[in-house]
């Protein structure tokens, strides 16, 4: 959606909000208020609580927006926050207020945006999206109200009849879902503690955000020690900001890994022994560090739940998973969570929805398939029942893939590979075996495997009979699951560190001329309707970048 903007740039019609500037103002520095929404009557109205959020930015300051706050009467903070970015619910009586969100940037000025709010009866109202049109992931914000003297017990979103991926025990719910393009007719439904339930329909058409960045891990074989970012334009071409020089680089010595959250607004960057948090800046992609790290002990990658509230922390020394709470207004972490040992040589995971699953090798003369559900109220993981699954002992499981409610398992060995293929319950995380799994794939040396976040295809890539070649299958994922081969071809360069852009279009991969002849950059791949993969523009970069994650143009 396009927030309300305001700086002294434009002459907006009175009723909108208004804009006080302190004396050293400038006019580049504007609040955008995504959330709640003034309507042609001047007016924002919805019941409490309230959700908020707001950005603010200003170009002309290189030292970025200091803190954010909003007033729900004049000298009354509700909330204040440090940083770009405000996202939080103020509980407030029924009534009309005048409330404002200002921001003050690092440069001596301040900017206010005014948004009158009515505070209105029923029950559950639904602040984000705001219009019938949607880009996944979708942000969805809504409280509830009620007459009962227990209050609200819980608020549950359904994007389909009987599919329920986020429930949540509160009267208020904010959180990111991954659709893939198409309608959806959603429901939300609230309890009170007095047996009553309430309804509120959500009809929504989405499709894929519009990409506006790259972010990855820099530097010789991707140990630079820095995050490096680039700019991804609308038709799939990576663009280095600082042309044939290295790419705008942020500090985060031993980054191993690097996730962004669902809104574009965050990044985590994982190292051994500590998360970096930054936030990132709405207009030009730039990561402004939070003061010190999140600690952690032997950290070996970093996961994002998609819903956007939960960090996942993988530690190799530990063997173990532990989950931080995301404050959603600056991004910061909070431990929540963590489970016992996890046993196996190695370990590799994938996310879908609130369910974590990972493989676990060399479990006894065994390789194992488990899982964990995240309770959303308080970031604890709990087994998932029936898992661990032992798997056939002949196949070397080297990767672990998760999507639209299906989980894939990968082997290669010997010249001979396989795809194991499972449905996931939607509620409880269970797996069932998918029709036709497993995929035999003869001849060839399964290297890894990827998987498209809207459930349509798995890319399959294979050691081929030099260094400097791989093979690569298109795998279709049929109605029900089943693989089938669909495409096959020859690169000239092995394919690393592979990451799906939000629309669906495009992919973007390190790209390595000759292994040790520091040839690097990234290579764009255009996704054919059938799913193949064709490369489509190079950047060349003087180091390696491993790209690991992309922010949307528009946050939120």
């Not at 709470?325 to 963590?338: E, H, M, Q």
């Not at 016992?340 to 040589?345: A, K, P």
């Not at 260094?467 to 994922?477: K, Q």
Request: glycine share 10%; aromatic share 12%; proline share 6%.
């Amino acid at each position: 959606m396009k927030p309300i903007v305001h700086n002294l740039r434009h002459k907006l019609a009175p009723w909108a909000f208004t804009l006080v500037l302190a004396a050293t103002a400038s006019a580049s520095l504007s609040v955008n208020v995504i959330s709640p929404t003034v309507n042609y009557q001047g007016t924002a109205a919805g019941g409490t609580p309230v959700f908020y959020e707001a950005y603010a930015t200003n170009s002309a300051c290189a030292a970025g927006i200091g803190a954010m706050r909003i007033y729900t009467a004049p000298g009354v903070n509700a909330f204040t926050v440090n940083g770009d970015h405000l996202e939080t619910f103020i509980a407030l009586p029924l009534g009309s207020y005048n409330t404002v969100v200002q921001a003050w940037d690092n440069c001596g000025n301040v900017a206010k945006a005014a948004v009158p709010l009515s505070v209105t009866t029923g029950n559950i109202t639904v602040y984000l999206p705001t219009s019938s049109v949607g880009y996944s992931p979708v942000h969805i914000a809504a409280s509830a109200q009620t007459g009962c003297n227990g209050g609200i017990n819980a608020i549950r979103l359904y994007t389909a009849p009987y599919v329920d991926p986020y429930t949540i025990n509160s009267n208020q719910l904010d959180t990111y879902v991954t659709v893939p393009p198409g309608n959806y007719n959603m429901t939300l439904v609230a309890w009170d503690a007095c047996g009553g339930v309430f309804t509120s329909q959500l009809a929504l058409a989405t499709s894929g955000s519009a990409d506006g960045y790259l972010y990855g891990t820099y530097g010789q074989n991707g140990a630079g020690g820095t995050v490096a970012q680039l700019q991804v334009d609308g038709e799939g071409n990576v663009i280095n900001p600082n042309g044939d020089a290295d790419p705008p680089q942020f500090p985060a010595p031993d980054a191993n890994s690097v996730v962004v959250d669902p809104g574009g607004w965050f990044l985590y960057a994982g190292a051994k022994n500590s998360i970096y948090a930054f936030q990132i800046d709405p207009e030009k992609g730039s990561l402004s560090a939070m003061p010190g790290s999140f600690s952690a002990s032997g950290l070996s990658q970093v996961l994002m739940d998609p819903s956007g509230n939960f960090v996942y922390g993988i530690s190799t020394t530990t063997s173990s998973i532990t989950t931080y709470r995301v404050n959603r207004s600056n991004g910061a972490l909070t431990i929540r969570g963590s489970t016992g040992t996890l046993s196996g040589d190695y370990l590799t995971f994938a996310v879908d929805g609130p369910f974590l699953y990972y493989l676990a090798i060399n479990v006894g003369s065994a390789t194992q398939l488990g899982g964990y559900a995240l309770n959303v109220n308080n970031g604890t993981l709990t087994a998932i029942s029936g898992l661990p699954i032992s798997l056939p002992v002949k196949d070397q499981f080297n990767s672990i893939l998760a999507a639209n409610d299906r989980v894939f398992a990968a082997s290669g060995f010997g010249g001979s590979s396989a795809i194991f293929g499972y449905s996931l319950d939607p509620t409880s995380g269970a797996l069932t075996r998918l029709p036709g799994s497993p995929l035999r794939i003869q001849d060839n040396t399964l290297s890894s495997v990827w998987a498209d976040w809207e459930g349509r295809y798995l890319w399959a890539w294979y050691t081929a009979d030099t260094s400097n070649n791989t093979e690569m299958n298109t795998l279709d994922i049929g109605p029900k699951g089943r693989l089938a081969a669909t495409d096959y071809y020859l690169y000239n360069a092995p394919v690393a560190y592979f990451t799906e852009d939000l629309t669906g279009n495009y992919a973007f991969a390190l790209w390595q001329q000759n292994f040790g002849t520091q040839e690097y950059g990234v290579q764009t791949y255009y996704i054919s309707t059938g799913g193949a993969l064709y490369p489509a523009s190079l950047t060349v970069l003087p180091n390696a970048f491993n790209v690991e994650a992309v922010a949307r143009q528009d946050p939120d």
